[in-house]
Each structure stands twice: as structure tokens, then as C-alpha cells.
């Protein structure tokens, strides 16, 4: 199992993406998580830890349209855009054959990726103010 934190983008078609529209990043990062890395996908913010999913434009759509995924896995706290480049990134393309996902690495297409990606904020920046409202709120009864 990795429980290492790392940036995983995926290349997918929205329509090869079964279930609901409205959850078919969580859907992806869930086969993801199961079939590539042997753990679960852990959606819901914790101060523990958390894998993060920012969510491209049209990921809903009813066409066939090709997006970019961006997980944050294993996210522990806040990275500055400078440690977040630190990180290990990894590219797949994802189809299905069936009922079966087909994540093939993409090694060369890292660079490209990364760079597009640094924009984002690592574990996306509500989820860290949540996260970071948690910690305080358990510092807080820890005293009491």
C-alpha cells in the first residue's frame, strides 16, 4: 500500500466514468487509489489526512470530452507552491476495457503536467482552512 503524499494527475474521458456525473472525480480516484496504489480513496478532510481531488470544468458533461484530474493524495497539512514542485508527480491516461480501468504511466508527460498543476493549492484551499479549523477547535478542548 502508498501512503506516500504525491500529486497523481490522470487523463480521462468523463463518459468512460461510471455513476453519477456529480461524482465521477471521487469515482476515478476511488478505482485510482483501489487498483493502482492497494488503498482506499480518502475524500472527506481530516487533520489526520486526507486525498484531495481538484475538479476540471465539464467533468459532468454527457459529451465524451477528455479532462485533467489533479489528486493531492496523502495530504498532511500545507505545502508552499515551491514544496508542492518537491513532491513526487505522477501522470496516467485512464481508460476502460469493460468494466476494468487501465491506468498507463505516462513519464513523459510529467513535466508538461506538473507545471500546469502548480497553480493549484496543494489539498485545496477551502479543505485547508477546514482542516486548519479542526486542528484549532481540537488544540482548543485538548486545554480545557
Same mark, same amino acid.
Given at each position: 500500500?502508498?501512503?506516500?503524499?504525491?500529486?497523481?494527475?490522470?487523463?480521462?474521458? +468523463?463518459?468512460?466514468?461510471?455513476? %453519477?456525473?456529480?461524482?465521477?472525480?471521487? *469515482?476515478? $480516484?476511488?478505482?485510482?487509489?483501489?487498483? +493502482?496504489?492497494?488503498? =482506499?480513496?480518502?475524500?472527506?478532510?481530516?487533520?489526520? $489526512?486526507?486525498?484531495?481531488?481538484?475538479?476540471? $470544468? %465539464? !467533468?459532468?458533461?454527457?459529451?465524451?470530452? =477528455?479532462?485533467?484530474?489533479?489528486?493531492?493524495?496523502? +495530504? *498532511?497539512? %500545507?505545502?508552499?507552491? =515551491?514544496? +508542492?514542485?518537491?513532491?513526487?508527480?505522477?501522470?496516467?491516461?485512464?481508460?476502460?476495457?469493460?468494466?476494468?480501468?487501465? !491506468?498507463?504511466?505516462?513519464?513523459?508527460?510529467?513535466?508538461?503536467?506538473?507545471?500546469?498543476?502548480?497553480?493549484?493549492?496543494?489539498?485545496?484551499?477551502? =479543505?485547508?482552512? !477546514?482542516?486548519?479549523?479542526?486542528?484549532?477547535?481540537?488544540?482548543?478542548?485538548? *486545554?480545557?
Amino acid at each position: 500500500m502508498d501512503f506516500d503524499s504525491k500529486r497523481v494527475i490522470i487523463k480521462a474521458r +468523463v463518459t468512460d466514468i461510471d455513476g %453519477e456525473p456529480q461524482r465521477r472525480s471521487n *469515482t476515478l $480516484g476511488e478505482a485510482f487509489c483501489k487498483q +493502482v496504489l492497494g488503498r =482506499e480513496f480518502h475524500a472527506q478532510p481530516q487533520p489526520t $489526512g486526507y486525498d484531495h481531488v481538484h475538479i476540471p $470544468g %465539464e !467533468f459532468d458533461s454527457a459529451e465524451p470530452k =477528455e479532462r485533467w484530474f489533479v489528486f493531492d493524495l496523502n +495530504v *498532511t497539512g %500545507e505545502l508552499s507552491k =515551491e514544496d +508542492v514542485a518537491q513532491i513526487p508527480h505522477q501522470v496516467y491516461l485512464a481508460s476502460r476495457r469493460g468494466n476494468t480501468w487501465e !491506468f498507463i504511466q505516462r513519464g513523459s508527460w510529467v513535466q508538461k503536467a506538473k507545471k500546469g498543476a502548480l497553480r493549484l493549492t496543494w489539498g485545496g484551499k477551502e =479543505e485547508q482552512k !477546514f482542516v486548519a479549523r479542526m486542528r484549532n477547535q481540537m488544540i482548543v478542548e485538548s *486545554t480545557e
